[in-house]
Protein backbone atom coordinates (compact mmCIF):
# COMPACT_ATOMS: atom_id res chain seq x y z
CA UNK A 1 0.00 0.00 0.00
CA UNK A 2 1.35 3.33 -0.42
CA UNK A 3 1.37 6.17 1.11
CA UNK A 4 -0.22 9.84 0.25
CA UNK A 5 1.47 11.54 -2.46
CA UNK A 6 3.38 14.59 -2.15
CA UNK A 7 0.57 16.89 -2.59
CA UNK A 8 -1.08 15.58 0.60
CA UNK A 9 1.76 16.90 2.80
CA UNK A 10 1.71 20.35 4.45
CA UNK A 11 4.22 23.50 2.93
CA UNK A 12 6.45 23.59 6.26
CA UNK A 13 6.91 19.70 5.71
CA UNK A 14 9.33 20.60 2.83
CA UNK A 15 13.13 20.60 3.37
CA UNK A 16 15.31 23.83 4.34
CA UNK A 17 17.22 23.37 1.23
CA UNK A 18 14.10 22.95 -1.14
CA UNK A 19 12.49 26.03 0.51
CA UNK A 20 15.79 27.91 -0.19
CA UNK A 21 15.89 27.12 -3.92
CA UNK A 22 12.19 27.49 -4.46
CA UNK A 23 12.71 31.20 -2.57
CA UNK A 24 15.83 32.19 -4.44
CA UNK A 25 13.94 31.21 -8.24
CA UNK A 26 10.97 33.01 -6.89
CA UNK A 27 12.45 36.24 -5.78
CA UNK A 28 14.15 36.73 -8.52
CA UNK A 29 10.66 36.54 -11.11
CA UNK A 30 9.78 40.05 -12.29
CA UNK A 31 7.73 42.11 -10.07
CA UNK A 32 4.11 41.55 -12.00
CA UNK A 33 4.87 37.39 -12.15
CA UNK A 34 5.84 37.76 -8.42
CA UNK A 35 2.87 39.80 -7.87
CA UNK A 36 0.62 36.94 -9.84
CA UNK A 37 1.95 34.37 -7.61
CA UNK A 38 1.94 36.66 -4.64
CA UNK A 39 -1.87 37.24 -4.74
CA UNK A 40 -2.94 33.72 -5.30
CA UNK A 41 -1.65 33.32 -1.61
CA UNK A 42 -2.46 36.66 0.13
CA UNK A 43 -5.65 37.89 -1.22
CA UNK A 44 -5.87 41.14 0.84
CA UNK A 45 -3.60 43.62 -1.32
CA UNK A 46 -2.96 45.67 1.84
CA UNK A 47 -1.69 43.03 3.66
CA UNK A 48 0.42 41.50 0.42
CA UNK A 49 1.72 45.01 0.06
CA UNK A 50 2.66 45.12 3.86
CA UNK A 51 4.34 41.64 3.45
CA UNK A 52 6.22 42.61 0.17
CA UNK A 53 7.82 45.46 1.72
CA UNK A 54 8.82 44.06 5.11
CA UNK A 55 12.02 43.40 4.12
CA UNK A 56 14.24 40.68 5.49
CA UNK A 57 14.04 37.50 5.18
CA UNK A 58 13.02 38.07 1.45
CA UNK A 59 9.49 38.54 0.11
CA UNK A 60 8.93 35.31 -0.98
CA UNK A 61 9.60 33.68 2.05
CA UNK A 62 6.90 36.22 3.93
CA UNK A 63 4.19 35.49 1.36
CA UNK A 64 5.12 31.64 1.48
CA UNK A 65 5.02 32.10 5.60
CA UNK A 66 1.16 33.12 5.39
CA UNK A 67 0.58 29.94 3.10
CA UNK A 68 2.63 27.95 5.85
CA UNK A 69 0.30 29.49 8.72
CA UNK A 70 -2.84 28.41 7.16
CA UNK A 71 -1.77 24.91 7.11
CA UNK A 72 -0.89 24.85 3.22
CA UNK A 73 -0.13 22.21 1.41
CA UNK A 74 2.06 20.98 -1.62
CA UNK A 75 -0.46 20.12 -3.46
CA UNK A 76 -1.88 23.38 -3.45
CA UNK A 77 1.32 25.63 -3.76
CA UNK A 78 1.91 23.17 -6.65
CA UNK A 79 -1.21 24.19 -8.37
CA UNK A 80 -0.85 27.79 -7.79
CA UNK A 81 2.74 27.28 -9.34
CA UNK A 82 0.70 25.36 -12.22
CA UNK A 83 -1.82 27.61 -12.76
CA UNK A 84 0.73 30.19 -13.44
CA UNK A 85 3.17 28.09 -15.44
CA UNK A 86 6.18 28.36 -13.34
CA UNK A 87 7.57 25.36 -13.81
CA UNK A 88 11.58 26.21 -12.82
CA UNK A 89 9.68 26.56 -8.84
CA UNK A 90 7.56 24.27 -9.26
CA UNK A 91 10.01 21.56 -10.43
CA UNK A 92 11.74 22.99 -7.39
CA UNK A 93 9.17 21.48 -5.23
CA UNK A 94 7.92 18.50 -7.12
CA UNK A 95 11.11 16.84 -7.48
CA UNK A 96 12.00 17.48 -3.78
CA UNK A 97 8.56 16.64 -1.98
CA UNK A 98 8.37 13.15 -4.15
CA UNK A 99 11.80 12.29 -2.99
CA UNK A 100 11.93 13.39 0.38
CA UNK A 101 8.35 13.01 1.31
CA UNK A 102 7.41 9.76 0.31
CA UNK A 103 6.70 7.58 3.14
CA UNK A 104 9.47 5.24 1.57
CA UNK A 105 12.11 8.45 1.62
CA UNK A 106 11.48 9.17 4.91
CA UNK A 107 12.28 6.17 5.96
CA UNK A 108 15.28 5.82 4.36
CA UNK A 109 16.78 9.36 5.65
CA UNK A 110 16.16 8.34 8.88
CA UNK A 111 17.79 4.95 8.61
CA UNK A 112 21.00 6.92 7.09
CA UNK A 113 20.66 9.11 10.04
Given at each position: M????????YV?E?????????Y????????A???????C???D??E?????N???P??T?????H???RN??V?Q?L?????L??WRA??I?L?????T???Q??Q??E?K?
Amino acid sequence: MSGPGPGAHYVYELPARVMCDFYRVMDSLGGADWARFASCIVTDMTELRLLENRGEPGRTENVVWHLINRNGTVGQLLDILTSLGLWRARDIILSSSVATLSPQGLQQSEEKA
